[in-house]
């Protein structure tokens, strides 16, 4: 008897779902008349469609027809009735492949439409309804940057690949477009790492000419100095390789001239590697030396350490550079983490009173800047970076529940940002302690992170640490950003007591808490209350912003914790908006005070008038009820308007008629009755 199969292990069924019928008219004319049509069948194996190409060597130009004889071919062929013209790119014609972009309304995932709002450029659905493809068309002599895999939330094609085009074009339709800076601008963030042999590798002199040798033996130099010795029985043969790989395949020296500064290194490692002709393999001086120019001995590009700013200072210390030289940085445009905000080669502070979201913000800021989205809904983030997020306030969970609000609220996963951004909960680096600022300096070279997030500063002071001394504090944040370069450094910090209790404005630099900390950082972010928090996870904040090159603003944040949502608008048309609102108010209650001060003079009036019931003189009335001025003639004025004062002729102590005298409204009949007999 055959044995039953647990129910745990039964096979789930997937049911076989419908494709999208090809639409030759969605087709644009540029694509049908291209030679670059084949003909490709779809094949279900139980869980998925495979795409099979009805004949072999598909690729080869001669196989390759237009749209309007691949059809035919179709029709001809007709052996499953399945068979669809499926488009190969290649020459000037390249593709990106969207999986499952599409939401509920059948409109794509934000970053995707950010993507195709950049190309412009023609796009359709993919067979299975789910995805989208789009066609551009870019300079055939032109070299794309090669796309790293795991790098992108797409798939890029150029060459060798057909796409199983349908014509149900994403509306509006759009021509096949020229897109070369676009699709480069897109590629560039997610490129590769160019795996250079040993013989190709450029010389310094040829990876940027306007570098010169006492500049790169200098930095080469410095650099070496930094690096710790090897030590024998502690990696110090992986040591020795990265000095040699930095020498070589970062500052791009050749052999003769790394051997030099390699021969420096050597003499504070412990022991010495031997430099004899007969040194014994593999740990000797020269295996060392060659080796050092091989991919293996370095995972990053190139020359990595020459766009480091050191290269570009002299071998010997205090000396500068001659004015002339500063032409390359007068003329370098500014490169920006956000833009108009943060500039990516200057420290950042982001200072704010207790409980003004500082945590929060810097949450929303690591998920922007690892999937180039828009910060807090408003500002923009022009490319895509490795985030290494170090924050000592929170943990794991709560931390965690703040990034899936962020991801949630751009339509995005936790998983879509894998590899682009790490956090740390448990452990905080010391700033002043060399062998933190060393550890994250291997971290950041491990990772290609290329910001970090220190949440909040003061997890990062020793106890020992005087605060009020402006050398100590500066140097220790200046001598950490150094560590974690080429990566910008942001840091958060409280303001003092006194400038918390201000609402309405944000903070200004002098209100830090601690000195150094205003003067070591080069862009800031400082954030105040407009109002006290009215405790239902709405706050509403006031923010100044500014840095070293030349941006500055001042905005008013409402963020909503709930929805992750935040409403930006410029803070000085907020503040005139309360001003008149004061102002208003103020008229208001002036006006209220004025309303109610004629009413009592009115009631006034009125008693005085109820005193007798033959009519009076205004002068009377008005000794009577003791008002004067503007408020007796108002109140005068608007009671004869309402006819509860009425004029009646009387005659006076001296036996005089007056025509102007006064009666209380509800005595004139008896008045009008009495005066007729």
């Known amino acids: 008897m055959a044995a039953t199969e647990p129910l745990s292990r039964k096979t789930e069924v997937v049911t076989r779902p419908d494709l999208l019928p090809f639409q030759p008219e969605g087709i644009p004319q540029v694509l049908a008349d291209a030679p670059r049509w084949m003909i490709w069948c779809p094949v279900w194996n139980g869980t998925k469609f495979e795409k099979k190409p009805t004949r072999s060597g598909f690729l080869e130009p001669a196989n390759l027809t237009t749209l309007a004889v691949a059809l035919e071919r179709c029709f001809l062929l007709g052996v499953t009735g399945d068979e669809r013209p499926g488009f190969v790119v290649g020459g000037e014609f390249v593709a990106f492949d969207f999986d499952d972009c599409l939401l509920i309304d059948g409109m794509p995932e934000p970053l995707v439409a950010a993507t195709l709002e950049t190309l412009n450029s023609y796009t359709a659905l993919s ?47 759009k021509d096949v477009r020229l897109a070369t800076g676009e699709v480069e601008s897109i590629l560039q963030p997610c490129r590769i790492t160019k795996n250079v042999p040993a013989a190709d590798l450029p010389h310094w002199s040829e990876f940027d000419p306007g570098l010169m040798e006492r500049q790169v033996f200098g930095a080469a130099r410095a650099y070496l100095l930094k690096m710790e010795p090897a030590v024998e029985g502690c990696g110090g043969s992986a040591q020795f390789m990265r000095a040699s790989s ?28 031997d430099k004899s002709e007969y ?22 590009e190139p020359g990595r350490l020459l766009k480091n700013p050191d ?16 032409t390359h940085y007068a003329n370098a445009p500014v490169e920006w983490l956000v833009e108009d905000v943060f500039a990516a080669d200057q420290p950042t502070v982001f200072g704010a009173r207790s409980k003004c979201l500082k945590t ?34 929170s943990t794991a969970k709560a931390i965690g529940r703040r990034l899936y609000k962020a991801c949630e609220a751009r339509f995005l996963k936790l998983n879509d940002l894998k590899g682009m951004v790490r956090v740390e909960t448990l452990d905080f680096p010391k700033l002043p302690f060399q062998a933190d600022c060393l550890a994250i300096k291997e971290v950041i070279d491990s990772f290609g992170f290329e910001v970090v997030i220190l949440d909040p500063l003061y997890r990062a002071i020793p106890g020992d640490l005087d605060t009020n001394r402006l050398s100590h504090v500066g140097e220790a944040i200046t001598g ?59 706050h509403d904040l006031c923010v100044s912003y500014g840095g070293r090159d030349e941006q500055c603003g001042a905005k008013r944040l409402v963020f909503d914790e709930r929805s992750w949502s935040a409403q930006v608008e410029p803070l000085h048309e907020y503040i005139d908006g309360q001003k008149r609102h004061r102002q208003k108010g103020r008229e208001s209650a002036k ?18 008038a109820r005193r007798s019931r033959a009519p009076q003189a205004k002068t009377t009335i008005r000794d009577l009820s003791g008002q004067s001025g503007s408020a007796f003639a108002r109140a005068f004025s ?40």
């Open 246 to 273: 930095a020498l070589q395949r970062g500052f791009l020296l050749d052999e003769s001239e790394a051997r030099s500064l390699l021969s420096e290194y050597n003499e504070r490692c412990e022991p010495p590697f």
């Open 591 to 608: 006006q209220e005070s004025e309303r109610q001060r004629i009413g009592q003079a009115r009631l006034r009036i009125l008693e005085a």
């Open 638 to 677: 608007d009671l004869i308007e309402q006819k509860r004062l009425v004029i009646r002729s009387y005659v006076d102590g001296s036996n005089r008629r007056k025509p102007d005298g006064y009666l209380y409204h509800e005595y004139s009949a008896e008045w009008d009755a009495s005066n007729n007999q």
């Open 311 to 326: 290269p570009r200072r002299a071998a010997g210390r205090f000396n500068g550079l001659d004015i002339s030289e500063f």
């Open 279 to 300: 040194a014994p393999e593999p740990d000797s001086f020269e295996r060392k030396l060659s080796e050092g120019r091989e991919p293996r001995a370095s995972p990053h």
């Open 127 to 173: 067979v299975s309804g789910n995805g989208l493809h789009c066609i551009c068309r870019v300079n055939s002599d032109h070299s794309l940057p090669p796309v790293g895999p795991g790098k992108t939330d797409f798939e890029f094609y150029s060459q060798s690949r057909f796409m199983a085009l349908t014509g149900h074009v994403l509306r509006p339709q």
């Open 360 to 393: 929060t913000q810097l949450v929303d800021l690591a998920i922007a800047l690892g999937s180039g989205t828009n910060w807090l809904g408003k500002f923009k983030v022009p490319a895509k970076r490795r985030v290494l997020f170090i924050t000592g306030e």
């Open 480 to 538: 950490f950003a150094k560590h974690c370069q080429p990566a910008s450094l942001i840091i958060s910090h409280h303001t003092t007591k006194t400038a918390a209790r201000e609402y309405g404005a944000p903070p200004v630099l002098e209100d830090m808490s601690g000195a150094g900390i205003a003067e070591s950082c080069g862009n800031w972010w400082l954030v105040g209350r407009n109002v006290k928090y009215g405790w239902k996870c709405v």
